[in-house]
T-cell receptor, first 110, second 112 residues
């Protein structure tokens, strides 16, 4: 079993849809949770950062962490074609040695 | 200029050759990392360094070595490249606080 599981997709949605991306993990000691966005032929860029449990909202993006279920989610509201990218979840014990999911490829169609 | 610069962007090399991938940063971060990315496997940590005198093995260090020449420079070497080292390699930096990692644009390495 992988330490971090993420459905690779691909996921295709129409413009304006709500997108839900998810990861599960096995190490209950993880405290830091992140979502990265990676465009083709680019490095990942940090999208959302959450420490411990709870929700965090930033514009059209909402990150949720449920430590009791070892499950994290990223929601994208009013999705745009520019949101088309691969989304990677990441988590760690101490903000170092980040463990990444395999990434979910998202396409938002105009 | 990019905050984290990787060279070369693309490289094709032959089995058994020694190759070095270079990374430099202008973020002023102490922590630097090397990851490889493979389809379906995500990013896996090869080596990381917290300062010039501190080098640590990551999840998949076998077949790789690193050198931290200065705070801003961290290079990755494949002493004798093999085909299963064909991958996308990323360098990243961090200040250890809650701002995540800053990644370079990657080096696409093909070993034939």
């Amino acid at each position: 079993q992988k330490e971090v599981e993420q459905d690779p997709g691909p996921l295709s949605v129409p413009e304006g849809a709500i997108v839900s991306l998810n990861c599960t993990y096995s190490n209950s000691a993880f405290q830091y949770f992140m979502w990265y966005r990676q465009y083709s032929r680019k490095g990942p860029e940090l999208l959302m950062y959450t420490y411990s449990s709870g929700n965090k909202e930033d514009g059209r993006f909402t990150a949720q962490v449920d430590k009791s279920s070892k499950y994290i989610s990223l929601f994208i509201r009013d999705s745009q074609p520019s949101d088309s990218a691969t989304y990677l979840c990441a988590m760690s014990l101490d903000n170092n040695d980040m463990r990444f999911g395999a990434g979910t490829r998202l396409t938002v169609k105009p | 200029d990019a905050d984290v610069t990787q060279t070369p962007r693309n490289r094709i090399t032959k089995t058994g050759k020694r190759i070095m991938l270079e990374c430099s940063q202008t973020k002023g971060h102490d922590r630097m990392y090397w990851y490889r990315q493979d389809p379906g496997l995500g990013l896996r940590l090869i080596y990381y360094s917290f300062d010039v005198k501190d080098i640590n093995k990551g999840e998949i260090s076998d077949g790789y070595s690193v050198s931290r020449q200065a705070q801003a420079k961290f290079s990755l070497s494949l002493e004798s490249a093999i085909p299963n080292q064909t991958a996308l390699y990323f360098c990243a930096t961090s200040d250890g606080l809650r701002d995540g990692y800053t990644f370079g644009s990657g080096t696409r390495l093909t070993v034939v």
